[in-house]
Nanobody, 116 residues
Framework: QVQLVESGGGLVQAGGSLRLSCAAS???????MGWYRQAPGKQRELVAA???????NYADSVKGRFTISRDNAKNTVYLEMNSLKPEDTAVYYC???????????WGQGTQVTVSS
């Protein structure tokens, strides 16, 4: 079982920045950590993900604005969000998955609200 503890999020004006953090409990195997988001009435979607080897993947809608990074020594993943837009408003969920498994672990979610 993997526990995820998220921090960050909040309310920001369009064009502003926020940083999300997610710390995972002890990890022994190759894995990917990332962020998904879910806006009201919409499906949860991938925002960005990064493997413990550093390979990244971004949604087209956030490329050039968001940066995902991780500190393997701290089992922590970060999402730096710049040039935020109202359409980025959603609950953001931290995600963890071992690369050899289909089981997903989720954080509790953190609200990001971007006002116009």
């Amino acid at each position: 079982q993997v526990q995820l503890v998220e921090s960050g999020g909040g309310l920001v004006q369009a064009g502003g920045s926020l940083r999300l953090s997610c710390a995972a409990s002890t990890i022994f195997r190759a894995n990917t950590m990332g962020w998904y988001r879910q806006a009201p009435g919409k499906q949860r979607e991938l925002v960005a993900a990064i493997t413990n080897g550093g390979t990244t993947n971004y949604a087209d809608s956030v490329k050039g604005r968001f940066t995902i990074s991780r500190d393997n020594a701290k089992n922590t993943v970060y999402l730096e969000m710049n040039s935020l837009k109202p359409e980025d408003t959603a609950v953001y969920y931290c995600n963890f998955r071992f690369l050899t498994s289909s089981t997903n672990y989720w954080g509790q979610g953190t609200q990001v609200t971007v006002s116009s």
